[in-house]
Nanobody, 128 residues
Framework: QVQLVESGGGSVQAGGSLRLSCAAS????????MAWFRQAPGREREGVAT???????SYADSVNGRFTISRDNAKNTLYLQMNSLKPEDAAMYYC??????????????????????WGQGTQVTVSS
């Protein structure tokens, strides 16, 4: 089972930026659908962005135009660049892998049930 370790969370003021990273433990990472999810206190976990094996992204409407998901397959690392952060972006952010989904042309799904490997999360706090 692939191991995922997130980093890069922290506290920023509204309008600021953060870049999250997710390091994967195995080379097969490059073939998996990868995604970022987030969960705020008292709310359900929601999908933020996905990226397929070829780097094709998809975004939740709430972050489209502000966040950018990318992957460096040579480094087995997933990224989430978050710009123009808002207080409502504050949450625990998780990276996830769908180890049975090897999509090169199709956009990866955004439902957490499709993902079977998860990191421990990294906290993002945004002050107004």
């Amino acid at each position: 089972q692939v191991q995922l370790v997130e980093s890069g969370g922290g506290s920023v003021q509204a309008g600021g930026s953060l870049r999250l990273s997710c390091a994967a433990s195995e080379y097969r990472y490059s073939t998996y659908c990868m995604a970022w999810f987030r969960q705020a206190p008292g709310r359900e976990r929601e999908g933020v962005a996905t990226v397929n094996s070829a780097g094709k992204p998809s975004y939740a409407d709430s972050v489209n135009g502000r966040f950018t998901i990318s992957r460096d397959n040579a480094k087995n690392t997933l990224y989430l660049q978050m710009n123009s952060l808002k207080p409502e972006d504050a949450a625990m952010y998780y990276c996830a892998a769908a180890t049975s989904l090897h999509y090169y042309t199709t956009i990866c799904p955004g439902l957490q049930d499709d993902y079977d490997a998860w990191g421990q999360g990294t906290q993002v706090t945004v002050s107004s």
